[in-house]
Every structure is written in C-alpha cells, then in structure tokens.
C-alpha cells in the first residue's frame, strides 16, 4: 500500500512540475503577443497620422491603411 501512494506522490510531483514549466511556457508567449500587439498598434496610430483627413478628423480605416502601405 504504501509503495503504491508513494508512486502515486511521484506521479503527482512530476505532473506539478510539467504543469508549471508549461505555464512558464505559455506567460513568456502571453508576454511576447503583448508586446508585438503594442508595436503593431503604434505603427496604425503612425500610418493614421500620416495618412491626410478625408473626412475632417475622421481616423483612418482598416481598408485605408491597406491602400496606403501599396
């Protein structure tokens, strides 16, 4: 019986540790995607500003910074 707690224990230990390195893993990913979003947002607010105002203060659309990037 107690051999079988103590493999059971091991098991539990091993899972624990698989469990957190892959929760490390998946923050330093969580991490990047954040910071490659900020960067992405800063170049539209760019291309935005130096895109001329169609519609007098009106921000640029999705489909207008498309067409300016060609």
């Not at 899972?15 to 929760?23: I, N, S």
């Not at 954040?34 to 001329?52: C, F, H, N, S």
């Amino acid at each position: 019986m107690m051999d079988a707690i103590e493999k059971r224990l091991a098991d539990l230990r091993a899972e624990h540790e698989a469990g957190q390195k892959m929760m490390a893993e998946l923050e330093a990913k969580r991490s990047h995607l954040v910071q490659t979003m900020l960067r992405i947002e800063g170049a539209m607010q760019v291309l935005q500003e130096l895109l001329p105002a169609k519609n007098e203060g009106a921000a640029a659309t999705v489909t207008d910074i498309k067409e300016a990037a060609r």
